[in-house]
């Protein structure tokens, strides 16, 4: 099911982002150096999920070196709370941990870190500290490790005061010396207009040992707030992430409470806007999060805004130059990105939740293509995690929420791991 769309590309901030420089015709040049010969990309279904294996994946899938996938899910396992997962290559799957709900957590929407030693790290949205100090009485929440004896240690357990609470369906990031940096929808500040959602969220910091320590704590003004996606970290030790809420309030914004911003923390806890999205053709609302090209330049995309107000594709230039790649039409199921891929040679791979949902491409030439747009039966409905690529089998690897075998999970399916041939 292959459709190819063309959304024009328009430029917001001006500078370099208005043309085609040297460096973007660079790309296309090693996309055609490194790409095999034009073919057609097919999705098929990898693993079909089951109550006791788990129900509902959301989080990003992470491969090992051999070509064994690992995720989370939402509910399923014996408490329904939730489960971490290992499928092989030939598509059996492992339960590794069920969640209790309790001190371990519960409802991981995250995807996984794996470490060299073959250590799962991660995220709960519940669980933790259940009443007392945290506001609810499901829990705020946990950042976990999971041992390959199928060990589970929890490393943190959020209060939802200072240091956040409820961390969404983003993965962690890891710098490579013994930390991971991670964000939470809410805690932080609680006043002003934060109190109204229970916080804007944080950025944290916390080492494989479990040293815990916020960043940046956002307030819900032009600086952001509920930040959203995996955090990118730079070679300097930066991180940049986009937040759903919080920026420009009012004018060409229709959200009362912003249209979100792409930020950038230092290892020291200070905050800079990049870019405070407007609304309108500069877009709105993204849970994307970033991916880099390694030469500074960073991608993302947004929800809502556009042309047609269905979403954008944008790139950001190191000088903070944004330029819009993509205007969805939604049409076909695609529409505004719920997480982006990029692979070597520049192309950038999608999934949109809305509809039944889609995955596409847009390559080097903006050129769109849906790879496949699902009907909500055998092949899932609703992807949300991104797509990881599997060096080992050389495809591309996502999850659907719901669907697949319609007789579990309440004639809902418990979702689908898919697999996309280059």
Excluded at 33 to 44: D, G, I
Aim: proline share 4%; with cysteine.
């Amino acid at each position: 099911m292959h459709q190819k769309m063309q959304g024009g590309r328009s430029d917001v901030d001006g500078g370099e982002g208005k043309t085609v420089t040297a460096r973007f015709a660079l790309v296309v040049l090693c996309a055609v150096l490194l790409s095999s010969p034009l073919q057609a990309q097919t999705l098929s279904v990898f693993y079909t999920f089951t109550p006791d294996i788990g129900a509902g994946p959301e989080g990003n899938l992470v491969a090992d070196g051999q070509g064994n996938l690992y995720g989370t899910s939402t509910y399923g396992g014996r408490a329904q709370v939730g489960t971490i997962y290992k499928i092989d290559t030939h598509g059996t799957p492992t339960l590794l941990y069920a969640f209790t709900g309790k001190a371990d957590g519960g409802v991981p929407e995250g995807g996984l870190v794996r470490d060299a030693a073959g250590n799962l790290y991660g995220t709960t949205f519940q669980g933790g500290i259940l009443g007392g100090s945290c506001p609810s009485l499901l829990g705020c929440g946990v950042v976990f490790k999971l041992s390959p004896s199928g060990r589970l240690t929890p490393l943190h357990a959020f209060t939802g005061g200072a240091d956040g609470s409820a961390p969404g369906f983003f993965s962690l990031t890891a710098d490579g010396a013994g930390n991971l940096y991670g964000t939470t929808l809410g805690g932080g500040n609680l006043a002003g207009s934060c109190a109204l959602n229970a916080g804007c969220g944080v950025v944290f910091k916390i080492s494989l040992a479990g040293k815990f320590g916020v960043l940046y704590t956002f307030n819900g003004t032009g600086d952001g707030s509920e930040p959203r996606g995996t955090l990118f970290r730079d070679r300097a030790g930066n991180l940049y992430g986009t937040t759903l809420y919080g920026g420009v309030k009012g004018a060409t914004c229709p959200n009362v409470v912003g249209c979100g911003v792409v930020y950038k923390v230092t290892m020291s806890g200070k905050e800079t806007v990049v870019h405070s999205f407007s609304g309108g053709a500069d877009g709105s609302g993204s849970q994307a999060g970033l991916v880099s090209d390694g030469l500074g330049n960073l991608y993302g995309g947004t929800e809502d805004g556009g042309t047609s107000k269905f979403g954008t594709v944008f790139e950001l230039s190191p000088a903070g130059n944004k330029t819009i790649l993509f205007n969805f039409s939604c049409g076909n199921g695609a529409c505004g990105p719920d997480s982006l891929t990029r692979d070597p040679a520049g192309n950038l791979y999608g999934v949109s939740f809305a509809g039944n949902g889609s995955v596409f491409k847009l390559d080097v030439n903006e050129n769109l293509t849906v790879i496949h747009a699902f009907v909500g039966g055998s092949d899932g409905v609703h992807p949300l995690g991104g797509l990881v690529f599997n060096t080992a089998t050389h495809s591309l690897f996502g999850t659907t929420f719901f669907a697949g075998d319609q007789g579990d999970c309440a004639s809902n399916g418990c979702g689908v791991v898919y697999q996309v041939e280059p």
